[in-house]
Every structure is written in C-alpha cells, then in structure tokens.
C-alpha cells in the first residue's frame, strides 16, 4: 500500500519493503483499510479514500494534556517537537508528542499523529491467508 494526504503527499508505503500482513478483525489497521480490503480480491488495487472517522479518528482536545513541571522531574529537558512514550499509574505506555513547553509547564498531545486527516490508500492485495 501507499498512503498519502489529499496534497498527494505520501506518510507511509510498503513499496519497496515486506508487504503488511494483518489478521482480519483484529483492528491491527484502520477500519476504513480493513473495510477496504474485504471487498478485494488478490492481485486486485484499489484507491480509497478515507474520512477521519474511517481512519485514526477525529483530534480530540481532551488528548491535549498541560503539566507542571514540577510534577515530572527530568521533563524540563524536553522539547516542542519530540517525540517521547509515557506511561499511566496502570503502566499502559502510549506515544505523545511535546508539544509546548514554558519554564513552568509542559503540553503533550497524544492525538494519533494522522487524526483528524483525510487520508488516501492504493492497495494492492497479495494475498489472503487462512
């Protein structure tokens, strides 16, 4: 597959690399590829494109989360760009992004990097496994 923007810039592709695999319902992949995929057959490409509710889903501003410094030792070094994994008092581990950081507080946004784009697939199917 090769994924782009509607500005036909390209974020991801397996050309040229191991083709993805999946294991169907598994919600390993967006719901709209998914759903895209079970309507092929192999050998077959398609070109989809995909709302955000079909995608990574809409932002949400509750996933835009502000701190105090002082209640995260060591997150002063951080900086607006970065990338970091951050983890829950249950120990689940999820991506953000550092978004603002000032002398007395830091902003993460964990919003999935493509949420809230449209986004267009070209899918060729390989083939399908039981």
Do not use: W
Not at 35 to 58: C, F, I, N, S, W
Not at 75 to 93: H, Q, Y
Not at 107 to 127: P, Q, R, S
């Amino acid at each position: 597959y090769t994924g782009s923007f509607d500005d036909g810039e390209v974020f991801d592709t397996t050309r040229g690399r191991t083709p993805l695999t999946y294991v169907e319902g598994d919600h390993e992949v967006v719901p709209g590829f998914e759903a895209a995929v079970l309507t092929m057959q192999p050998g077959e490409t398609k070109r989809v494109h995909l709302e955000p509710k079909d995608a990574y889903g809409e932002r949400r501003d509750d996933a835009v989360q502000t701190i105090a410094l002082s209640n995260m030792p060591g997150a002063e070094t951080l900086k607006a760009g970065e990338k970091i994994v951050l983890s829950d008092p249950m120990g689940n581990r999820f991506p953000a992004l550092v978004s603002e950081v000032t002398d007395t507080e830091i902003t993460f946004d964990m919003n999935h990097e493509l949420a809230g784009k449209d986004l267009n697939f070209e899918i060729t199917l390989v083939e399908v496994s039981d």
